[in-house]
Nanobody
Framework: QVQLVESGGGLVQAGGSLRLSCAASGRRFSTYGMGWFRQAPGKEREFVAAISWYSGSRTVYADAVKGRFTISRDNAKNTAYLQMNSLKPEDPAVYYC???????????????????WGQGTQVTVSS
């Protein structure tokens, strides 16, 4: 099994930046596709960003965050990141990190494709 722990959430002013981290406990981190999802109160969980296994050469972003958010990974540290810039009032939510036991390089935007999930970290944006 894989344990995922998110950190870096908090309160930030609109237009500001925040970096979320996702630390994984397993020994096969580099073989997982990694993704970020978010869920606001009263809304369904939605896809945010995903990155391919190993070098992470392929990334996919939701339209709402393209050009503002960047997903990355550091396999030596067993950690994935979500750099969030130019935060908007519609961005506040609980952000979840997820890991998928993939067999190819294609990132997935589907929550059901991810086997392991963190507990989430709250992001709040003030105006």
């Amino acid at each position: 099994q894989v344990q995922l722990v998110e950190s870096g959430g908090g309160l930030v002013q609109a237009g500001g930046s925040l970096r979320l981290s996702c630390a994984a406990s397993g020994r096969r981190f580099s073989t997982y596709g990694m993704g970020w999802f978010r869920q606001a109160p009263g809304k369904e969980r939605e896809f945010v960003a995903a990155i391919s296994w190993y070098s992470g050469s392929r990334t996919v972003y939701a339209d709402a965050v393209k050009g503002r958010f960047t997903i990355s990974r550091d396999n030596a540290k067993n950690t994935a990141y979500l750099q969030m810039n130019s935060l908007k009032p519609e961005d506040p939510a609980v952000y979840y990190c997820a890991a998928s036991r993939v067999t190819d390089e294609r990132p997935s935007v589907v929550a059901g494709d991810y086997e392991y999930w963190g507990q989430g970290t709250q992001v709040t944006v003030s105006s």
